[in-house]
């Protein structure tokens, strides 16, 4: 995502000192061409419609930049959804999963008309036919199966095995069957997975979609007319030179070798395949100092700004803006934040820094702000977007004092 001008980084045409200069840090910076090459990308590659997986990236913008290059929308929640509709996401083009919806939830969805709702648990099946049932409706939904795969993935992030919560065990087709016969406000047009994040496994892709396939095959032989089968998402980007980014014509191979001919539309729903890569979250070194021996550089961004290194060791590259220093550090790069698990990257070698340096946090476009807190009373960072020679901040995060006139303090303390 990073180009190099006169030695300076970029992205797009734009110096990302220019950017850092006109807002306060830390900022995520996403690149829109970067997002729509690789939307792009998956679309010509793969003869599948695709559902962006907006909790990898919802900010309205990214949203809004999604439909314009013609993507739908996988939701999880209510929230994700009122967003993608905001956003200008044709409802006809959203597919709303999740395993915990509540009769509200359900009933939103049915008023919006959206393509589909995915069932995650055979309970659900009822509340969902008697919401829909309330609204005089009979609406259309798709089963999550799981498919019991291991995407042999780190485990915080796999969601396919038959001990994980996602999904209705595929062994318990039976029970699915039954309950539908009573249910007659819904009708079963479609069947999903979703084995797990960074699947990089050809051998993988190929179990998901056999399975898949199969699946399908029991339910269109029982007499549903199956129209949608939808294969997750879960492709795997690079994060470090040791990771290559998932191989998508090994994939297009295995996907055409086994649908050929298929009677439903194919769809996949990914969310970090197409913004982890377009986005770099930059920070200020605040202080410098030495521990036991360790260089740390503190940073402004920190855990309250990307979760990922502390939650699940995630490793992402940092590199600095001012490369002019040719004396070579090993530094541990850590958030101000009061916790020792708040570091974001161990013994990395950077040219020496100064305090008030900029430093560029990579391949933070996925799973970054959507999981940022303000905890320990940090505010959150704000995003731009960049589109050639232009940027433009697309969030404004609340202020300090925004945030403390959310709190309220009962009478008898007052
Ligand atoms: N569909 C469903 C039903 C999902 O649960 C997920 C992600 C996706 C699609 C998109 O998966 P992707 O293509 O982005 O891998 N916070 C973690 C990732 C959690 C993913 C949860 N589900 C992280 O930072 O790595």
């Not at 980007?237 to 090994?250: C, F, I, S």
């Amino acid at each position: 995502m990073i180009n190099y001008q006169n030695n300076k980084p970029f992205v797009e045409g734009v110096s990302i000192e220019d950017i850092a200069s006109s807002h306060t840090t830390p900022m995520y910076v996403y690149s829109q061409k970067k997002i729509e090459e690789k939307y792009n990308k998956l679309k010509n590659t793969l003869n599948a419609e695709i559902f962006y997986a907006v909790k990898a990236n919802s900010n309205q913008a990214i949203i809004k930049l999604m439909s314009t290059v013609g993507a739908g929308a996988d939701v999880v929640s209510v929230g994700e959804l009122e967003r993608a509709i905001t956003a200008g996401i044709n409802p006809n083009k959203i597919i709303f999963e999740g395993i915990g919806k509540s009769k509200d939830d359900i009933s939103f969805a049915i008023s919006n008309n959206i393509r589909l709702i995915n069932v995650e648990s055979i309970d659900e099946i009822q509340r969902i036919n008697n919401v829909a049932q309330e609204h005089n409706k009979c609406i259309d939904i798709g089963i999550r199966l799981n498919p019991n795969i291991d995407g042999q993935t780190i485990d915080k992030i796999s969601t396919g095995k038959k001990t994980d919560k996602f999904g209705i065990d595929t062994e318990k087709l039976q029970d699915i069957f039954q309950s539908l016969e009573n249910a007659k406000n819904i009708n079963l047009i479609g069947i999903s997975c979703h084995v797990g994040s960074q699947i990089f496994d050809i051998k993988v892709f190929s179990e998901i979609f056999m399975k898949m396939k199969k699946n399908a095959q029991l339910f269109l032989d029982k007499g549903y007319s199956i129209k949608h089968v939808d294969l997750g998402g879960g492709l795997g980007v690079t994060y470090q030179d040791k990771d290559n980014e998932v191989d998508l014509e090994l994939i297009k191979n295995e996907f055409n070798k086994c649908f050929e001919n298929a009677p439903y539309q194919l769809s996949f729903e990914p969310g970090r395949y197409l913004v982890a890569n377009a986005g770099i979250l930059i920070t200020s070194v605040m202080t410098i100092k030495n521990n036991g021996g360790i260089n740390f550089l503190i940073t402004d961004a920190g855990m309250h700004s990307l979760i990922r290194p502390a939650l699940y060791q995630a490793h992402h590259d940092i590199e600095v803006v001012d490369k002019s220093n040719s004396e070579l550090v090993t530094y541990s790069v850590a958030g101000p934040i009061c916790e020792s698990s708040d570091i974001l990257n161990k013994n990395i070698t950077l040219p020496k820094q100064k305090v008030g340096n900029l430093l560029i946090i990579k391949d933070t476009g996925a799973y970054g702000k959507v999981m940022a807190s303000n905890y320990n009373s940090r505010g959150l960072p704000i995003e731009i977007l960049v589109n050639n020679n232009v940027f433009q901040k697309i969030h404004q995060p609340l202020t300090s004092r925004e945030f403390i006139n959310q709190d309220i303090i009962p009478k008898w303390l007052d």
